[in-house]
């Protein structure tokens, strides 16, 4: 399973799930867990120059002969359990903790890491998985059972917002897709149903465009576009919901968990 957020991008089992967030671009931390504790904790932080890693993770490992500091795949490593990695990259100091975790599993992730950066960056946590300019940064996460959302915003005040719900028979009940997304949006919401599509070329969709109200005035609300789908595989249901200037293919750069 893929775990993506600014500044990196790892591959991780998929019984993994993040239960502790901080969405910080500069100073943040993800910690996953499983059903047999937590597994990995990630804290990322801008520096003004490369630190002394080594002396760190000593510190960090608390010293002893078993607990050298080595190099792997760019990272200096005191492997254990538990085992602590770091690394800087791009102004980004980089620190992972292994409470639980072997050897082995710790080099794969490790390995897997690759920096997210660029004109476009990759998100994915708690089921999400798209890919967005990088002058959208993540505002508002949520990550219930039965629901997960993240919001995204850019200076201009224009956002996406992707929405994953579980139980699809329970949350559909008898409205179809449109209906169900005026119900969440409620009555300040004028929508459009705009066309029919098929995300990912197999999974049945609508697009709708709608204007929200402001006060008692229509026309100085905000107008955006949603596409929303349903994965019978998995039994959920996805929205993607954009307001402001068009993201070209943005619909393709969602992809279902």
């Known amino acids: 399973m893929k775990l993506a957020w600014h500044p990196f991008i790892f591959d991780v089992p998929p019984t993994w799930e ?10 943040g931390q993800l910690h996953l867990a499983d059903r047999h ?14 630190p002394a890693i080594a002396a ?5 490992a608390g010293g002893g002969p078993r607990r050298r ?24 100091l980089l620190t992972l903790v292994f409470p639980l975790v072997a050897t082995a599993p710790v080099r794969a992730i490790l390995e897997s890491y690759r920096p997210n950066h660029g004109p476009e960056r990759h998100w994915a946590a708690f089921g999400l998985d798209c890919v967005l300019p990088a002058e959208f940064h993540p505002t508002e996460v949520k990550a219930m059972p039965a629901l997960q959302v993240m919001h995204f915003e850019n200076s201009r005040n224009e956002s996406v917002t992707i929405h994953r719900y579980g139980m699809l028979a329970l949350i559909l009940g008898a409205d179809d897709l449109a209906t ?23 999974y049945p969709g ?3 465009s709608y204007r929200s ?3 008692k005035l229509w ?28 993201i070209r293919d943005l619909v393709e750069k969602v992809h279902c968990q």
């Not at 760190?56 to 960090?60: D, Y």
């Not at 169900?180 to 098929?198: E, I, M, V």
């Not at 929303?228 to 929205?239: G, P, S, T, V």
């Open 18 to 27: 993040v239960i502790r967030h901080r969405n910080n671009p500069d100073e």
């Open 37 to 50: 504790g937590e597994q990995m904790q990630i804290f990322w932080k801008r520096m003004k120059e490369a």
């Open 56 to 60: 760190r993770l000593a510190e960090l």
């Open 69 to 92: 500091i080595v190099e792997h795949h760019g990272w200096q490593v005191s492997f254990g359990p538990p085992t602590f990695a770091a690394r800087y990259d791009d102004t980004i």
């Open 180 to 202: 169900f997304f005026a119900r969440t949006k409620g009555p300040r919401t004028q929508l459009r149903r705009t066309g029919t599509f098929r995300q990912a070329g197999k």
């Open 206 to 208: 609508v697009e709708l």
């Open 213 to 215: 109200r402001s006060g």
């Open 219 to 246: 026309g100085r609300g905000r107008e955006g576009h949603v596409w929303i789908w349903q994965c019978d595989e998995f039994q959920r249901l996805y929205c993607l919901d954009q307001c402001g200037e068009p």
